[in-house]
C-alpha cells in the first residue's frame, strides 16, 4: 500500500516563500512520475508540476512558472515544490500525486496514488 503524505504547507504573506515535501512510504517511487496539484475553494483541481522519473522532464502550468520548482530525491523517496514569489491566488490546498509510470501528465486520471493534501494561504 502507497502512501503520501505532504507537509510544509502553511500561512505566508504575499512574495513569501515555502517549500512543500511529499514523502512516500510503501515503495519506491523512484520509477514513477509525480505531480503536484492545487484546489482553491468552489475551483476544480488542477495540475501545478510533475516531474520525471529520474527528473530528466518537468512540467509546470503558465501561472506557476518561473515562480514554482519541482524536484525529486530518490534515496529519500520525496517530492518538494518549492514556491517562490507567492501570490493570494496561489491558495489552495496542494496534493501530491503518482503514477504508475515514469512519465509527465498533467490529467488528474493519470494518477494513481494521491496524498491528503496540504493547505498553502497566502495573505495579501
Known amino acids: 500500500q502507497v502512501r503520501l503524505v505532504e507537509s510544509g504547507g502553511g500561512l505566508v504573506q504575499a512574495g513569501g516563500s515555502l517549500r512543500l515535501s511529499c514523502v512516500a512510504s510503501g515503495r519506491s517511487l523512484s520509477d514513477h512520475g509525480m505531480g503536484w496539484f492545487r484546489q482553491a475553494p468552489e475551483k476544480e483541481r488542477e495540475f501545478v508540476a510533475g516531474?520525471?522519473?529520474?527528473?530528466?522532464?518537468?512540467d509546470y502550468v503558465d501561472s506557476v512558472k518561473g515562480r514554482f520548482t519541482i524536484s525529486r530525491d530518490s534515496a529519500k523517496n520525496t517530492v518538494y515544490l518549492q514556491m517562490n514569489s507567492l501570490k493570494p491566488d496561489d491558495t489552495a490546498v496542494y496534493y501530491c500525486?503518482?503514477?504508475?509510470?515514469?512519465?509527465?501528465?498533467?490529467?488528474?486520471?493519470?494518477?494513481?496514488?494521491w496524498g491528503q493534501g496540504t493547505q498553502v494561504t497566502v495573505s495579501s
Open positions: 516531474v520525471s522519473r529520474g527528473a530528466y522532464k518537468t
Open positions: 500525486a503518482a503514477r504508475l509510470v515514469g512519465t509527465v501528465d498533467r490529467r488528474i486520471s493519470e494518477y494513481f496514488y
